[in-house]
């Protein structure tokens, strides 16, 4: 029995009650998803979609409708699987002389469910302590939204490139969320690329236990993605159902921390690999090192230091009562690193800001100023570090090295692992000691994937500490 509403009205219908970004889902915001989508030769305008609803007999082709239902069900245009069933259904009955093979298009519950659930997981993978924190990142210009622009085009990479602390892996996450909002994706892996031991001149010396980098990465990127491998599995095996799938599947990979001429080297061949394709799939990296040379196929972006006024904004926002011209005599000092700044917020709480300047201009000249800038930068770092480290008790303190010096914390780790191979502190004095260190950035938790994290940066400074030279003894006693 023929329903007495036609396809058109049930459209409509449907298409309002759909979101994004929290606005009803407009005919001009579907086309332009459309196009995003399927990247036509011809865009879809507006007007084309308006005409589904206003036309009794216009209706779109059978491979345009299965994306327009796709998209319908993952903005919650459908409360149940048997409202998309329906609109299917008078689809089929409406466009059955204009596409006669109208009817054998599939829409099952199987593929409502699976989009439905593409909505919840999408961004599962990514750091949670970084989207945590992006409510307190300010952006100086429009680079996000170009980098997202660029990829939902014809870009098939992009990559955030700068020096520790930018913000580069915030700009990667940043972007991917906005990607994962449009209903284009399928999934988004993110994978933290493994970090050595960084000398003072930047270049990698990794003295630990030895790995292979990639098929690590590959291992990590096969588990998000769903396929099955095993550590038997030839690394070129692994590349193949990775790349089979970043072809047939429209999905987002984040390769993080590319920071030495060792990792661009490592992972040179598989980026290549990967931007070659022909496909909706796209990429983002980010490194210390430039990537002109990698492909070109990836637009390079970067990320801008703070001014006074931003670096002011920034620190208002973490609720610091300071006063514009105190942070324009500590951007004279430091500059706009973003992460310097959430690093001196922590030491703003206990002193004041001319205490600190004063502190620092000391410090400073004991510095050769002629230095580069890799040391220069380090130099920053290794201060904030060692202030930070003073404002905390010695089991806090304790902890912070065992962290930095015996585990992947650039990948994090879990409770239970810190636990089990630091049997010489209590579970008690390792809870208070990662509520220590969380509390004063030294470390971040990852309440999606239950780990504890580092940035690179406090990694080097403790393993620069313990670790001056590749050969020093110390390292092999502790080991």
Request: charged share 25%; net charge negative.
């Amino acid at each position: 029995m023929m329903s007495r509403y036609q396809f058109r009205e049930k459209f409509a219908a449907y298409r309002k009650q759909a979101r994004y970004q929290n606005h009803r889902l407009s005919c001009k915001i579907l086309a332009k998803l459309l196009n995003y989508k399927l990247k036509p030769d011809k865009l879809y305008k507006q007007q084309y979609i308006s005409r589904w609803e206003t036309h009794e007999t216009c209706a779109p082709d059978p491979a345009l409708f299965l994306s327009v239902l796709q998209l319908l069900t993952f903005h919650g245009g459908f409360n149940r699987y048997e409202d998309a069933a329906d609109l299917l259904k008078e689809y089929q009955d409406m466009a059955k002389f204009a596409y006669p093979n109208a009817s054998l298009l599939v829409f099952d519950k199987t593929a409502f469910d699976y989009w439905r659930k593409v909505k919840q997981t999408i961004s599962q993978h990514l750091p949670q302590h970084i989207r945590k924190s992006l409510g307190n990142v300010i952006r100086t210009d429009d680079m996000i939204e170009r980098a997202t622009d660029s990829l939902l085009d014809q870009t098939r990479a992009v990559s955030f490139e700068g020096p520790g602390g930018m913000g580069k892996t915030s700009a990667a996450v940043q972007v991917a969320q906005a990607l994962g909002e449009t209903g284009i994706f399928e999934g988004i892996y993110f994978i933290g690329v493994r970090q050595g031991f960084l000398e003072v001149d930047g270049e990698h010396r990794w003295v630990g236990e030895t790995i292979s980098h990639l098929d690590d990465a590959l291992n990590q990127l096969a588990s998000q993605m769903g396929i099955v491998v095993s550590n038997t599995t030839p690394q070129a095996e692994k590349l193949a159902l990775i790349l089979d799938y970043y072809q047939k599947h429209t999905v987002l990979i984040i390769l993080d921390n590319l920071e030495t001429y060792e990792d661009m080297d490592e992972f040179a061949d598989f980026i290549q690999k990967l931007t070659i394709i022909n496909t909706h799939s796209r990429l983002i990296i980010t490194s210390r090192k430039s990537l002109d040379t990698v492909s070109s196929h990836i637009a390079q972006f970067q990320p801008r230091e703070l001014s006074p006024e931003h670096a002011y904004a920034m620190l208002r926002k973490c609720g610091h009562n300071v006063t514009l011209d105190e942070v324009t005599r500590l951007h004279a000092e430091i500059g706009g690193n973003p992460l310097a700044l959430w690093l001196f917020s922590v030491l703003i709480k206990s002193t004041s800001i001319d205490n600190l300047l004063t502190k620092l201009a000391q410090t400073k000249s004991e510095w050769n100023q002629t230095d580069e800038a890799f040391k220069r930068h380090n130099n920053l770092f290794d201060y904030l570090y060692e202030r930070i480290l003073e404002m905390l008790d010695d089991n806090a303190r304790e902890l912070c090295w065992d962290l930095g010096m015996n585990f992947m914390m650039e990948r994090g780790v879990t409770l239970d692992k810190i636990r089990e191979n630091l049997k010489h502190l209590t579970c008690s004095e390792i809870d208070a000691g990662l509520h220590d260190l969380i509390d004063v950035y030294l470390v971040y938790y990852d309440q999606i994937s239950k780990v504890y994290s580092m940035h690179r940066l406090i990694i080097h400074y403790i393993r620069k500490h313990f670790l001056p030279h590749p050969q020093d003894t110390l390292y092999a006693q502790r080991n």
